[in-house]
């Protein structure tokens, strides 16, 4: 059975999926990806490997206080990429709800990419470049830290592409 579809604006020829036509959550799929995007940075980055803290450029790790002050934002940090995963789940429950609702892998891991590589995109920018708070890793003399910052931006904005591309394919 296909979707319905109405005219395009585009033309005769191209269609455009009407209101009834099957649709993937694609905010979803984006929450989703910006807080697996934000665990992945605050699990593997803050914790495991320990290359930085939220606030490590700021408030380095050369005392208790200054731990104590990072763990907090860290916490704050994994609070909100939680929040994120949280509403993506809410938004994906409340379209699962609906009779026309399409299930696609490709827009499910494409928008996955997307959010993962807006969070890295935007993270980088702006914790990394514009506010200086951390670099991804501080355990590298600080003449390194440049090349791993434009690495995780070159990472995100690789994501993002990848999933663009994953996503528009899947609705063609």
Do not use: C, K
């Not at 979707?3 to 191209?14: N, Q, R, T």
């Amino acid at each position: 059975m296909t979707a319905p579809v109405s005219p395009s604006p585009l033309g005769p020829g191209s269609a455009v999926p009407g209101p009834d036509a099957p649709r993937f959550p694609i905010a979803a799929g984006l929450l989703f990806g910006l807080g697996l995007g934000g665990f992945f940075d605050g699990i593997v980055l803050h914790q495991v490997l320990q290359w930085h803290h939220m606030l490590s450029s700021w408030y380095p790790i050369t005392s208790i206080e200054n731990l104590e002050r990072n763990t907090l934002w860290d916490g704050i940090f994994h609070s909100a990429t939680y929040v994120f995963v949280v509403l993506g789940l809410f938004l994906l429950w409340r379209s699962a709800h609906r009779r026309h609702l399409r299930w696609s892998n490709r827009q499910f891991a494409g928008t996955l990419l997307m959010g993962w590589g807006l969070f890295n995109t935007l993270e980088g920018l702006i914790d990394h470049q514009i506010l200086g708070v951390h670099h991804v890793n501080e355990r590298v003399p600080p003449t390194q830290w440049l090349a791993w910052d434009l690495g995780f931006l070159a990472w995100g904005l690789v994501m993002l592409i990848v999933g663009f591309v994953l996503v528009r394919n899947a609705r063609a």
